[in-house]
């Protein structure tokens, strides 16, 4: 691995392990065995290497997301999408948690944007079918909005002094935002 790669491996790991708050170049240069002036040297400041580990993780989600197995169903698709999009969150909450700050922060990812895009794409497919009862853009917001609540139970598991959130929780957060995208008689195919 070359020091940048190894820069930004040592950057998404105390990113995981320590979140955002906690994120310094002297953990990250320790980490990757080398000084600060090679972290500048590579990334440019500190910044440049946050904003570099920030676009690589939702790299890596999108990877996630484009690798999952793929059904003739458009439904159980998105199900599916859904079921990936938490569980990045729950193997990565402090990780899931930087990305959605930096988000909110404003910045451009061209990755995170795939990402909707994606989610678009998997809700027209169900729209193409009839099976949609609102507009692809709300449903959109529905799926996008219920996928970030039952992440955000991972994130605050700690803050709320409580284990991970039951199966059967997000289950049911999940299922109620398909009832509410979905056609009546569409509903029934849970699987």
């Not at 000084?35 to 290497?49: K, R």
């Not at 998105?78 to 930087?98: C, K």
Request: charged fraction near 20%; hydrophobic fraction near 50%; proline fraction near 4%.
């Amino acid at each position: 691995m070359d020091t940048r790669a190894t820069l930004l491996a040592a950057a998404l790991k105390v990113l995981e392990e320590e979140g955002e708050a906690q994120f310094s170049t002297r953990a990250v240069c320790s980490l990757a065995g080398v000084t600060a002036p090679t972290l500048y040297h590579h990334y440019g400041s500190a910044d440049g290497l946050l904003s570099a580990a920030m676009a690589e993780a939702f790299a890596q989600f999108l990877e996630s997301k484009n690798a999952a197995a793929h059904s003739p169903d458009p439904i159980s698709v998105l199900r599916d999408g859904w079921d990936d999009y938490v569980r990045f969150a729950a193997a990565r909450p402090r990780l899931y948690a930087a990305m959605l700050g930096r988000v909110l922060q404003g910045a451009e990812i061209p990755a995170a944007q795939q990402g909707f895009a994606l989610l678009i794409e998997r809700i027209s497919a169900i729209a193409a079918e009839g099976r949609l009862a609102l507009a692809v853009e709300v449903a959109a917001d529905v799926m996008w909005a219920s996928a970030n609540a039952a992440s955000l139970l991972h994130v605050t598991a700690q803050l709320r002094h409580a284990a991970a959130p039951s199966p059967a929780v997000l289950e049911d957060i999940r299922e109620n935002a398909m009832r509410a995208i979905l056609t009546t008689h569409t509903t029934d195919t849970n699987g």
